[in-house]
C-alpha cells in the first residue's frame, strides 16, 4: 500500500525506491489562496484517499506560493495510471478554484466576489460572437477524470485554444458534457473547434490506453487521436499503460514526410474518422503516436488473432492510401514553384 500523508519521510522514501514514477508539476500560486492546503485536503485526505485507492504513495513537495509538485510512486505501471489520473484529476480542481478566486478579485475580492456569485465577468473571455458551435463529449466511464483532462492544469488546454484562435471556449457538465465555442467570425469558429477536437482527440487516446491498463469499471468507446504527453514522456511507467490484456500487438512505424503534408492527422482523418473505422470494423484498437516533431506510427492491439489481422490489414491498406496523396502533394507543390 502507499505511504500516508501528503509530505512525510516515509512516502518519500517509498517513491524514490518504487519502480514506477511520475510527477505532476503544479505551478505558482498566490500564497493568499493555500494551495498546499486546499490539495492535501483535511489532515491529507486528499492525498490518503488517492493512496488508499491505488495502493500507489503519493508525496506533495514545495509550499504554497510557490511553484509544487506531487510525486508519484507505484509497484505497478496499473497503479501508477490510476493515481496519477486521480492526481491530474485533484490539481485540475484547485487549480480551476484558483482560477476562479483570481478571476473575483483575489483576496481583496473575495466580498465582491460572494456578492457578485462569484462568477466570471463576460468580458475576462475573449471571443464570444454570432458564430457558435457545441460539442458534445463521448460518455466515458466514471473513474476516468474526463474533465480535469480536458481542462488541463488550471484550464490550460483550453486557454491556449482561445489564445491561439481568439473564439471563447467554455466546458459544460451535463449528460453528456460538452464544449460550448463561440467566436466572432466563422474562420474562428474553424480554427477553434479544429483545435478542440485535437484536443478531444488526445483525451480519448488517454481514455483508450487508461482502458487497456485495466483501470476502467465498466465499458465506453474509446476513440483514437495523438497519445497524451504526460503520460507518454517522463517517468518510468512510461508504455505500462497498454495493458497486458492485449496479446496481439503491432507497431507499423511510418516513413518520415514533409511537415506540412500533416501526416499524423491525415492519417486520422477528419474527427478521427479513419480510426473509428478500424475499430468499428474490427473490434481492435488503434492509437497513431507521435506528437508533431517525431516519427508517426500506428499501434495496434488485439485479443484475437482474426481480429488483429484485420486491423493490421485495414490500417497498411490506409498507409498506402494516405502516402499516394503524399506523393501527389509532393507532385502539386512541385508544379506550382
Known amino acids: 500500500g502507499g505511504g500516508r500523508g ?3 519521510q516515509d512516502s518519500s522514501g517509498k517513491i524514490a525506491e518504487a519502480e514506477f514514477q511520475q510527477t505532476v508539476e503544479i505551478p505558482e500560486s498566490d500564497p493568499s489562496f493555500c494551495m498546499r492546503g486546499k490539495l492535501l485536503g483535511k489532515q491529507g485526505k486528499n492525498i490518503r484517499e488517492i493512496e488508499a485507492d491505488t495502493g500507489a504513495s503519493l508525496s506533495l513537495r514545495g509550499e504554497s506560493g510557490e ?3 506531487l510525486e508519484i510512486g507505484a509497484s505497478t505501471a496499473e497503479e501508477l495510471w490510476q493515481a496519477l489520473d486521480k492526481a491530474e484529476a485533484l490539481v485540475a480542481k484547485m487549480t480551476n478554484d484558483y482560477d476562479e478566486w483570481l478571476a473575483a ?4 475580492g ?3 466576489a460572494k456578492a457578485q456569485g462569484g462568477k466570471r465577468k463576460a468580458a475576462d473571455k475573449p471571443g464570444g460572437g454570432d458564430f457558435n458551435e457545441v460539442l458534445e463529449l463521448q460518455e466515458c466511464d466514471p473513474g476516468f477524470t474526463l474533465r480535469g483532462k480536458v481542462l488541463g492544469a488550471r484550464g490550460s488546454n483550453l486557454k491556449k485554444i482561445e489564445d491561439e484562435t481568439g473564439a471563447a471556449v467554455e466546458l459544460h457538465s451535463g449528460e453528456p458534457m460538452r464544449l460550448e465555442i463561440s467566436a466572432v467570425s466563422q474562420d474562428i469558429l474553424e480554427s477553434a473547434v479544429r483545435a478542440a477536437e485535437e484536443l478531444l482527440s488526445s483525451v480519448y487516446e488517454d481514455y ?3 482502458q487497456e491498463s485495466g483501470a476502467a469499471s465498466g465499458g465506453g468507446k474509446a476513440g483514437g487521436g495523438r497519445s497524451g504527453r504526460r503520460h507518454d514522456e517522463g517517468g518510468k511507467g512510461k508504455g505500462g499503460a497498454k495493458g497486458p490484456e492485449m496479446p496481439f500487438k503491432k507497431i507499423l512505424k511510418l516513413k518520415e514526410c514533409d511537415p506540412a503534408f500533416d501526416l499524423r492527422n491525415r492519417i486520422k482523418g477528419d474527427r478521427c474518422v479513419n480510426l473509428h473505422h478500424i475499430q468499428d470494423e474490427t473490434g481492435a484498437r488503434v492509437w497513431v503516436v507521435g506528437e508533431r516533431d517525431e516519427p508517426v506510427r500506428i499501434e495496434i492491439g488485439a485479443d484475437d488473432q482474426g481480429v488483429f489481422d484485420h486491423a493490421v490489414r485495414i ?3 490506409l498507409i498506402k492510401s494516405t502516402f499516394k496523396d503524399y506523393e501527389q502533394w509532393q507532385k502539386e507543390r512541385g508544379s506550382g514553384s
Open 6 to 8: 501528503g509530505g512525510r
Open 67 to 69: 511553484a509544487m509538485r
Open 105 to 108: 478579485g483575489g483576496k481583496d
Open 110 to 112: 473575495r466580498d465582491k
Open 208 to 210: 483508450a490506453r487508461w
Open 315 to 317: 490500417a497498411k491498406d
